[in-house]
């Protein structure tokens, strides 16, 4: 079976500097794979290249056995890509429930979106409750769910989610995790992004360590987990 997601020997450069150095990995179908690593080695950069905002210098991307190289940024949206940006990127002049909507641009299916925007809702509450209030209104962490549910209202093959526990408290964070595992539990395919490394491995199947632009260590979420290297540098314990 071919992986729904093929990354080979991915290069990319801002002007001169290399910030992904050749990684490969894979992401099949009803996965959660994580990428985790320290301040600045190339995860959001990764995660830009995959959807199209970055051009890479080097190497391949294959979604759905397709090669993306030459494939813009909205159509890999249609393809089935979607990505929950780092530091969200929400409109908070909008209401919660037109930047919902705007995560359906490319979908005609009235009723279908309306369905998944009630889904999003019962995913999360708070965004039902307050659906006609700017968006900009809600906290950090109800940002972050909206982001979440806007990136799944174009009913993506590959959810990829940049930091979606970033700045939360631990409670909130707790509910973006189980809400993860509650969208990999419906088959939802997720890429995620995490500086919370014991979290996002917990719940993973596969991880890679990324240091400097490199993939240095890649196993399952359990292995990682208990990885005496990656409990010491990425868990804080000595
Ligand atoms: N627009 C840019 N122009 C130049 N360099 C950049 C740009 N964006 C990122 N970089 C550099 O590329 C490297 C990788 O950055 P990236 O944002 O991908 O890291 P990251 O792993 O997501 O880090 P963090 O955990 O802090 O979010 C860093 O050295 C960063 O300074
Ligand atoms: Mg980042």
Redesign the pocket.
Known sequence: MTALLEVEDLRVA?GK?E?VKGISFTVDAGEVVTLI?T????????LRTLSGLLKPVGGQIRFRGKSLKKTPAHQIVSLGLAHSP?GRHIFPRMTIEDNLRLGAFLRSDRPGIEKDIQRAYDLFPILGERRKQAAGTLSGGEQQMLAMGRALMSQPKLLMLD?PSMGLSPIMMQKIMATIAELKSQGTTILL?E?NAQAALSLADQGHV?ETGNIVLSGSGQTLLHDESVRKAYLGED
């Open positions: 801002y500097i910030a690593g301040n600045g080695a190339g995860k959001t950069t990764t780092e930091e992004v500086q990324m």
